[in-house]
């Protein structure tokens, strides 16, 4: 099964014709995934890079206290992995699990090698993805450190558009480090504010 979700993601952002890229795609696996299933968990070793076709995937952590944590939303056109397992073969410390029926694209090394080789502006678009994906990390520190909830939930509102109707306000919570409880009243406050604009 061929991805045209990848195919059509990566031909509308690089000069590269179609025919050209199929040979490579065909190489590539696509995975129908069940609402809760897991790609990765932590202690396990990640192979791939996971591209999301359709579908809404979420990387988290677990705590000692048995506390959620996530990292990330990958919904469609996103690429989740975990960086520190797959490039420094190290055992995850995350979990990838799907929020949704999702299809997913299974992306390895080889895949990444091979598109650098056979289309040359792909490393630079690749080279663009990662730092932006380093900035996102970074503005994302800066507000856990020092924002306020509010700020934190208009960030994330920027960064997710569409996310809110798909996922609960609990993974909500634990993406911005706040509780439930206080997300809430967030809300509340800027519903209010609209309401008196």
């Known amino acids: 099964m ?3 979700h990848l195919k059509t993601y990566l031909t509308s952002n690089l000069d590269i014709d179609e025919k050209d890229i199929s040979s490579i795609i065909e190489s590539c696996t696509v995975k129908k995934v069940r609402k809760d299933e897991f790609l990765l968990r932590k202690n396990v070793h990640c192979k791939h890079t996971f591209f999301v076709g359709n579908g809404l995937l979420r ?3 677990i705590d000692e206290k048995g ?4 990292i ?3 919904p469609e056109n996103w690429f989740v992995t975990d960086r520190e397992s797959a490039y420094f073969n190290q055992p995850s410390a995350y979990y990838i699990q799907a929020l949704e029926e999702s299809e997913v694209v299974i992306i390895d090394e080889n895949f990444i ?3 650098s080789e056979k289309i040359p502006d792909f490393s630079g678009f690749n080279n663009k993805l990662l730092h932006n994906h380093i900035r996102h990390l970074q503005k994302r520190i800066n507000l856990l450190l020092s924002a306020s909830a509010k700020q934190r939930y ?3 509102i920027d960064m997710y558009p569409d996310i809110l109707l798909r996922v609960p306000q609990t993974m909500v919570a634990s993406y911005l480090g706040i509780t439930p409880e206080s997300l809430s009243r967030v809300r509340k406050e800027l519903a209010n504010e609209h309401f008196k604009k």
Request: proline share 0%; net charge neutral; no cysteine.
């Open 2 to 4: 061929q991805s045209s």
């Open 59 to 61: 990387q988290y952590s």
């Open 67 to 70: 506390k959620e944590h996530t």
């Open 72 to 74: 990330s939303f990958a």
């Open 113 to 115: 090698q091979l598109l």
């Open 154 to 156: 208009l960030q994330f």
